[in-house]
């Protein structure tokens, strides 16, 4: 079975306490699409953190005296900082507007997933605002697949993603930041391959695979494209996390 | 459109000299697929470093002093990471069995990409055969894009993939290695989001998100499909390289 990623059109600009399972639902049908057992609805952090609520006003953040220093040597603004700062666990390089930290969900990115950009039109100041990831985005796709297949009486995965930078390579790539009803990680050690040669290290970052198709076809500019249906993972589906994507620190080469 | 990735059944098992043009084009009729303007050809690196006939036994191989210190040090075969050396520029960091170096070929990976499985069959001792990455994966992107445009009279991209492992994440996901005939990086400075607030910072890495999506599909164990046709590439496809998905040392905070 060929991989399918149909990007669902439609969804409505997302607002606090919105029903993201009843807006796929939706948008599935207008598309002509019924879920099938496998089936996976990857979804774009943005639209989860704002169903929950988690933008801020930046007007209303007090930075830190750490905050305004580490502001002040990068050349960005403190309130932003502050909050990148709480939604952190430890910062590991910085440069020039940007902060690279572990984020308090146990992943590596660029200013805690914090951005500036399609959050506006939730305040009377578009810079203002600024979104959080959600809180517990395992929680979240589990809580979004439990809508949709109670709805749909079917077995599917949910994905949230967002876009990371990577250490060594120029652009973005989408990332898995939460994920339930999938594997995060497929191991494949102790599998032949065609010769009986066994496969030793072989670990896939099965989900990471997933978010990064997804986030081809939602692209980056539109958020109006951010739900993407897919069929024909190529794994079997089952409970899964994203703590098995995070490479434990003390395995880590690259601090 | 959706984004279609479909792998192609009964590619055989590939020898140096092999003609990867017309087993393609054998595998797209058996599949049933009609090339497009647009299509993309994904193909393992495997394939396209058999092909050229980039194996080599470990028996010939002369292990420097260099070599046998890294090798005693990390408890590695000793022609193996001689090979390592020299196919990298750098090396980054080492741990007992994997040494990470920046390539010669510009990116940083475990073991400058060799490894020992899906080699045998070439010689009689299953474990003495290596194969390196290919000399130039660029150019061979081209030249198959070149036959496969010519056989098919339409304009194609073709993007070579091996799979990478990242610095802070657990398993490996597909990145390029070499590709012609499309986006590497695909850049979306300035153009204006929802609410018309430019996007300052991104630049997707486009061919890397593919190469995971068709890294999902093709598997790992299998070198049966170790070819991936793709529909519905969202960007303009363009010349391209693997180059502007390199980024430049002086902008590497992880060395």
Same mark, same amino acid.
């Given at each position: 079975?060929?991989?399918?990623?149909?990007?669902?059109?439609?969804?409505?600009?997302?607002?606090?306490?919105? !029903?993201?399972? =009843?807006?796929?639902?939706?948008?599935?049908?207008?598309?002509?699409?019924? &879920?099938?057992?496998? /089936?996976?609805?990857?979804?774009?952090?943005?639209?989860?953190?704002?169903?929950?609520?988690?933008?801020? !006003? &930046?007007?209303?953040?007090?930075?830190?005296?750490?905050?305004?220093?580490?502001?002040?040597?990068?050349?960005? /603004?403190?309130?932003?900082?502050?909050?990148?700062?709480?939604?952190?666990?430890?910062?590991?390089?910085?440069? +020039?507007?940007?902060?690279?930290? =572990?984020?308090?969900?146990?992943?590596?990115?660029?200013?805690?997933?914090?951005? %500036?950009? !399609?959050?506006?039109?939730?305040?009377?100041?578009?810079? =203002?605002?600024? $979104?959080? &990831?959600? =809180?517990? +985005?395992?929680?979240?796709?589990?809580?979004?697949?439990?809508?949709?297949?109670?709805?749909?009486?079917?077995?599917?995965?949910?994905?949230?993603?967002?876009?990371?930078?990577?250490?060594?390579?120029?652009?973005?790539?989408?990332?898995?930041?939460?994920?339930?009803?999938?594997?995060?990680?497929?191991?494949?050690?102790?599998? +032949?391959? &065609?010769?009986?040669?066994?496969?030793?290290?072989?670990?896939?970052?099965?989900?990471?695979?997933?978010?990064?198709?997804?986030?081809?076809?939602?692209?980056?500019?539109?958020?109006?494209?951010?739900?993407? %249906?897919?069929?024909?993972?190529?794994?079997? $589906?089952?409970?899964?996390?994203?703590?098995?994507?995070?490479?434990?620190?003390?395995?880590?080469?690259?601090?």
């Amino acid at each position: 079975m060929p991989l399918t990623l149909t990007c669902l059109p439609g969804i409505p600009l997302i607002r606090p306490g919105d !029903n993201l399972v =009843e807006m796929i639902g939706t948008a599935l049908e207008r598309a002509g699409l019924v &879920l099938q057992d496998g /089936d996976i609805l990857v979804l774009a952090q943005k639209i989860v953190s704002k169903a929950e609520g988690r933008m801020l !006003n &930046l007007a209303r953040v007090n930075p830190s005296a750490r905050a305004l220093e580490l502001a002040a040597s990068i050349d960005k /603004d403190p309130r932003l900082v502050e909050l990148i700062l709480q939604e952190s666990r430890e910062v590991l390089r910085t440069r +020039p507007g940007t902060i690279i930290v =572990e984020h308090r969900l146990g992943f590596v990115c660029a200013n805690a997933g914090i951005d %500036h950009s !399609n959050v506006a039109g939730l305040g009377d100041g578009q810079e =203002e605002w600024v $979104l959080l &990831l959600p =809180e517990n +985005p395992d929680d979240s796709a589990h809580r979004i697949r439990q809508g949709l297949e109670r709805a749909a009486s079917v077995h599917v995965g949910v994905l949230i993603i967002d876009s990371h930078g990577r250490a060594w390579r120029q652009g973005t790539v989408g990332a898995a930041i939460g994920l339930s009803g999938m594997p995060g990680l497929v191991d494949l050690r102790g599998s +032949p391959d &065609l010769f009986d040669y066994t496969l030793r290290i072989t670990q896939v970052g099965a989900a990471d695979e997933l978010a990064a198709a997804a986030s081809l076809v939602m692209g980056q500019a539109a958020e109006g494209t951010p739900v993407v %249906h897919v069929r024909g993972f190529p794994y079997p $589906l089952r409970e899964g996390s994203l703590e098995e994507l995070l490479r434990p620190k003390e395995l880590d080469l690259f601090r």
